[in-house]
C-alpha cells in the first residue's frame, strides 16, 4: 500500500488487542466514539490526481464497521476510486463489504479478511463488536466468488489460539482462502491490563502450529511483514486519513 484511506475514526468493534489507539495518540476510553469523516469524499476527489498507486481503505480503523451501514462513506470512495481506475487493498473483519461487490468485483480490488478464530466464545470476548467468525468466512467466500482476490489476516495469534489452529485452518481452507497473512501478539501499543485479566498473552507456538498446518494444507502462509526481523516503512495518509 502507498496511500492509506481511513474513512472513520474509532472504531465500534472493541478489539482488547487494538494498538490503534495508541499509534494514534487516542485515549483508549474514546476509540469506540466513532468520528465521521464527513468532508472526506472531496479530500479525496481534491488529492487524488496528485498521488499513484495502491491506496489502503481501513489501515488503521474498519471501513466496514457499523457507521458505513448509515454513512456510506467507504462505498463512496469505491465509487470515486473505481471511476479512476485505481488499485485498492481493503482491510476488513466484517461481511459488510459483500454490499459492495459490484464495485469490487469490476476493479483492480485485494481484500484481507482478519479472521483470529473460529470460536464464537473466544471472539466474543476479544473482538466484541465486531462480526462473528462464520460471517467473515462466509464473507470470504462471496468474495472469492466473485473473483476478488482475498487472503485471510490471522492477526494477532494470541494463546486463545492454542489447540485450536487445526480447526482455524481446516475452515479458511472450506472458505477458499489460499493465502494467509498473520502476525503475532504484540504489546507495545496495547493495553495489556485487559488482556493480562483474561490470561492472554502472545503465542510463538500457536504460529508455529499454524504455519506448519498452513504448509500441509497447501496455503501460502506469510508473516505479515514478509521478514519477520525487518518492518518496512508507513503508508501515506490520503484525504487527510
Given at each position: 500500500?502507498?496511500?492509506?484511506?481511513?474513512?472513520?475514526?474509532?472504531?465500534?468493534?472493541?478489539?482488547?488487542?487494538?494498538?490503534?489507539?495508541?499509534?494514534?495518540?487516542?485515549?483508549?476510553s474514546e476509540w469506540r466514539v466513532v468520528r465521521v469523516k464527513r468532508n472526506l469524499i472531496d479530500?479525496?476527489?481534491?488529492?487524488?490526481?496528485?498521488?499513484?498507486?495502491?491506496?489502503?481503505?481501513?489501515?488503521?480503523?474498519?471501513?466496514?464497521?457499523?457507521?458505513?451501514?448509515r454513512f456510506r462513506l467507504t462505498r463512496q470512495c469505491l465509487e470515486v476510486l473505481s471511476a479512476?481506475?485505481?488499485?485498492?487493498?481493503?482491510?476488513?473483519?466484517?461481511?459488510?463489504?459483500?454490499?459492495?461487490?459490484?464495485?469490487?468485483?469490476?476493479?483492480?480490488?485485494?481484500?484481507?479478511?482478519?479472521?483470529?478464530?473460529?470460536?464464537?466464545?473466544?471472539?466474543?470476548?476479544?473482538?466484541?463488536?465486531?462480526?462473528?467468525?462464520?460471517?467473515?468466512?462466509?464473507?470470504?467466500?462471496?468474495?472469492?466468488?466473485?473473483?476478488?482476490?482475498?487472503?485471510?489476516?490471522?492477526?494477532?495469534?494470541?494463546?486463545?489460539?492454542?489447540g485450536s489452529e487445526a480447526e482455524l485452518v481446516d475452515a479458511l481452507v472450506a472458505a477458499g482462502?489460499?493465502?494467509?497473512?498473520?502476525?503475532?501478539?504484540?504489546?507495545?501499543?496495547?493495553?495489556?491490563?485487559?488482556?493480562?485479566?483474561?490470561?492472554?498473552?502472545?503465542?510463538?507456538?500457536?504460529?508455529?502450529?499454524?504455519?506448519?498446518?498452513?504448509?500441509?494444507?497447501?496455503?501460502?502462509?506469510?508473516?505479515?511483514?514478509?521478514?519477520?526481523?525487518?518492518?518496512?516503512?508507513?503508508?501515506?495518509?490520503?484525504?487527510?486519513?
Amino acid at each position: 500500500m502507498d496511500y492509506a484511506i481511513n474513512p472513520y475514526g474509532g472504531c465500534e468493534h472493541g478489539c482488547i488487542y487494538c494498538y490503534a489507539p495508541g499509534h494514534t495518540h487516542s485515549e483508549l476510553s474514546e476509540w469506540r466514539v466513532v468520528r465521521v469523516k464527513r468532508n472526506l469524499i472531496d479530500r479525496l476527489c481534491r488529492e487524488l490526481p496528485y498521488v499513484d498507486g495502491t491506496i489502503g481503505i481501513g489501515t488503521v480503523t474498519d471501513p466496514y464497521q457499523g457507521a458505513e451501514r448509515r454513512f456510506r462513506l467507504t462505498r463512496q470512495c469505491l465509487e470515486v476510486l473505481s471511476a479512476k481506475g485505481r488499485r485498492v487493498h481493503i482491510h476488513t473483519k466484517s461481511d459488510l463489504i459483500l454490499r459492495d461487490l459490484d464495485l469490487l468485483s469490476g476493479m483492480d480490488s485485494v481484500v484481507g479478511m482478519t479472521v483470529t478464530t473460529v470460536d464464537d466464545r473466544v471472539s466474543k470476548m476479544t473482538e466484541p463488536g465486531a462480526p462473528l467468525p462464520e460471517a467473515r468466512l462466509r464473507a470470504i467466500t462471496g468474495l472469492l466468488d466473485a473473483g476478488v482476490e482475498t487472503y485471510a489476516l490471522v492477526a494477532p495469534v494470541m494463546s486463545t489460539l492454542e489447540g485450536s489452529e487445526a480447526e482455524l485452518v481446516d475452515a479458511l481452507v472450506a472458505a477458499g482462502i489460499r493465502a494467509v497473512y498473520r502476525d503475532g501478539l504484540n504489546l507495545r501499543l496495547v493495553d495489556t491490563r485487559r488482556l493480562e485479566r483474561m490470561g492472554i498473552r502472545p503465542s510463538p507456538e500457536a504460529v508455529e502450529v499454524l504455519d506448519a498446518l498452513c504448509d500441509e494444507a497447501g496455503v501460502r502462509g506469510t508473516d505479515c511483514y514478509g521478514d519477520r526481523h525487518r518492518r518496512t516503512g508507513s503508508s501515506a495518509s490520503l484525504a487527510a486519513c
